[in-house]
């Protein structure tokens, strides 16, 4: 696996002038995955924030082919793309003189393009078997709208549409747990990871990419505006976010799950929660620290069942 | 490539079909520093070059050169103190400053 | 023998299988596609050409409509020629990507097979799907017989193509009624047609890797707007485009075909107006009609998006009455699509007729010959008095 040193001496294939805020946890995601593969890239994304601000009309900040079609159909549109790549393959027509060259496909979504609108196209595309990457950027609302509760928003977040009231204290659901969904399309390879491993990340990154079929990862990604949080605490809050179990490091390769990183000192969840601004109302008002404890309770029962299936065939 | 700076109306012969954008990576041209209200400074001294800051940029707004960290690029560079924040506790090779203006 | 003679193959085939057949002839790149009533046979038979390796296109059969136009987009911008079919709510769940395919310019080409629109759920043929969609940016051409179904798609691939147009493009057939029924037809060969077709060379793709572009980017007001009238204009540059296209398909076909068809209109003193295969039994009722010596003709639009209104209200200007068949109603518009059309078209004539609209064969109910001589009477005395008593009329209800 290659070095930051190694990393280095790439092509910068996402560019600087892109539009995303000031410390948003997306674009070190993206810069890293697509360094992870010596091959060609063409790559999509799902409407949002990554789609928009990357590319305001006449200028695009990515330097690799690139589509943008619409919300909900990322994993539709990457797999026409792949399906045009094995035809104008087999007739020797692909554009461009090289016809033997090969290409990765990677589709980028958030988690409102993929755990919600999405869900339904990235399943099929899934079960079809094209050979490609899904990666969504999950920062745990439509954060592009105006910070809207998505099914990856977490327990008594207080969203837009979620809002922290006299009586409802921000989401009242649990979260959908995707990368056991996905991992249930029995594909070769599925990972959840985080920006500020980047070890780790890119380390899966490869794998995905090396692998002929759909590969997918899940990528925690801090949102400063929706998280209520400091631009600067961006890569720092997905760390705590490892640190407290919200964000279990894991992979599933062949059908065998393991769990990459096992915190020495699994911290409370009320650390995580803290420092970002969508959790405030749970330590003002009655029935908040209920919240907190209930979502610790859930937490930890996860991270149990996950450390159980650890090594194991799923 | 056709540039908008001013919001005025473009015209339409002069646009690639279907709005395809041909120039790879066109928003380089694009200036993000303006945005910044803290600006980093660098330490070389304290630098150990772990490159731990570049990769972790949201803007790519960090030179790297044979290895080594060789400057901001503050064209783009939004002052999110990212890098500051990720520099190892030991090093504390970057600070963030208040922008003059 | 003739170059003509030499191509033609007779056979007898349902709209569907002429369809497929077509398409196996093109051998597209890509067909992403998903199954509806009446439209399936295409992609079933479609698929059996993949299966059996009469093709080498790369068939993606997608979990719903809107995947299908999705994998469309994103293979068209990869480069790839794209064909698909579907019909009705398939249509529908396509809607949104309908407009991103022609706003993006990619030629994708589409059979719809006309059907009904629920609710209430309906598998029969009529055209609210398709006029749904007569606003989306797609070419549209509508047919009358099988042989037109496969001549319009052959045709539509040059269509969609040319570097004047680069739009998508929809051949329509009536559901069941076409696309079912078995009809003579006059077959191409495989080579006539990869002749005719030719290859898709896009100028840009995003397989050309070597050229990274970005498709789809997002658009303050002052690119949008220009990009919008790019495509408006490319639709009406679109128009010569079919008739230079039908041309060179009659060299190779014999068969003739314009932006529209005027039967027995010339002296006509009343006329109808109809889309695809009602076309048929109004043309028998002229013949009925003509037989006693009555001065009537019908016009059927093969060309309905860009709409040729020029060309539309030239051929109506001067009769005296005409009627407008519509097989959809856009509740509560000014009638039909069709009839709106076509009243807008003949405003500033100065010698239009009087005209009136009548919604026909909703959701499959039929509409017989004796149904359209009624209409001919209703048009007599519009003639006769000069007077409309009913405007926008449902028929046969």
Known sequence: ?314 | ?101 | MTAVAQTQRETGLTGNSAIAYAMMQINPDVCPAYPITPSTSVIEEFSSYVADGKVETELIPTESEHSAMSAGVGASAAGARVMTATSAQGLALMWEMLYIASGMRLPIILTDVNRALSAPINIHCDHSDTMGARDSGWLQLYSETVQEAYDNLIMAVRIAEDKRVQLPIMVCLDGFITSHAIENISLLSTEAVQGFVGEYTPDSALLNVENPATFGAMTLPYAYMPLKKQQSDAMTASKPVVEEIAAEFALLSGRNYGLLEEYKLDDAEVAIVVLNSSAGTVKDAVDTLRAQGKKVGALKPRLYRPFPHAEIAKALSGKKAVCVLDRADSMNGFGGPLFTDIRSALYSDANRPQIIDRIYGLGGADFRVNDALGVFDELFKVQETGQVDELIKYLTV
Request: proline share 5%.
């Open chain 2, 1 to 101: 490539m056709v540039k908008n700076k001013d919001f005025t109306m473009l015209d339409a012969k002069d646009l690639p079909l279907g709005g395809v954008l041909p120039d790879a990576g066109s928003a380089e041209e694009y200036e993000t520093g303006g945005w910044r209200k803290l600006r980093p400074i660098f330490d070389p001294e304290k630098c150990i070059d772990c490159l731990t800051c570049w990769v972790m940029c949201p803007d790519s707004a960090i030179y790297v050169e044979d290895d080594k960290i060789a400057g901001y690029d503050l064209d783009h560079c939004k002052g999110c103190g990212i890098c500051a924040e990720v520099c190892p506790d030991k090093v504390q090779a970057i600070t963030m400053v208040e922008e003059e203006n």
């Open chain 1, 1 to 314: 696996m290659a070095t930051l040193k190694e990393l280095a001496k790439k092509e910068e294939l996402f560019t600087g002038g892109h539009r995303l805020c000031a410390g948003c946890g997306i674009p070190p995601i993206v810069r890293l995955i697509l360094r992870s593969t010596d091959s060609n890239i063409v790559a999509t994304t799902a409407t949002g924030c990554l789609e928009v601000a990357s590319s305001v009309y006449p200028y695009t900040a990515w330097k690799v082919p690139w589509v943008h079609s619409a919300f909900e159909n990322a994993a539709a549109t990457i797999t026409g793309a792949e399906g045009a790549y094995k035809a104008l393959k087999r007739k020797k027509r692909l554009p461009g003189s090289d016809q033997e060259r090969d290409i990765k496909f990677i589709a980028f979504g958030g988690d409102g393009g993929t755990y919600d609108i999405g869900f339904q196209a990235l399943s099929g595309a899934l079960e079809r078997g094209h050979n490609f990457l899904y990666v969504c950027y999950d920062n745990g609302a439509y954060m592009n709208t105006g910070v809207q509760r998505s099914s990856a928003t977490p327990l008594g977040s207080n969203t837009t549409t979620s809002p922290a009231g006299e009586v409802i204290l921000g989401k009242q659901q649990w979260r959908k747990d995707l990368t056991k969904i996905v991992a249930a399309h029995n594909i070769p390879y599925v990972g959840q990871a985080s920006p500020h491993n980047w070890r780790d990340l890119s380390k899966k990154s490869e794998k995905a990419l090396a692998i002929n079929g759909p590969t997918f990862l899940n990528v925690i990604s801090a949102c400063p505006l929706g998280w209520y949080a400091k631009p600067e605490d961006s890569i720092a809050l997905c760390k705590l976010a490892t640190e407290t179990c919200y964000w279990p490091l894991y992979e599933i390769e062949e059908g065998v799950l393991k769990v990459n990183y096992k915190p020495k000192d699994k911290r409370p969840i009320m650390e995580w929660i803290k420092p970002q601004g969508r959790f405030k109302h749970l330590f003002k008002a009655d029935g908040g620290m209920e919240i907190i404890e209930e979502f610790q309770r859930r937490l930890d029962e996860e991270w149990e069942r996950l450390l159980e299936l650890d090594g194991k065939r799923v």
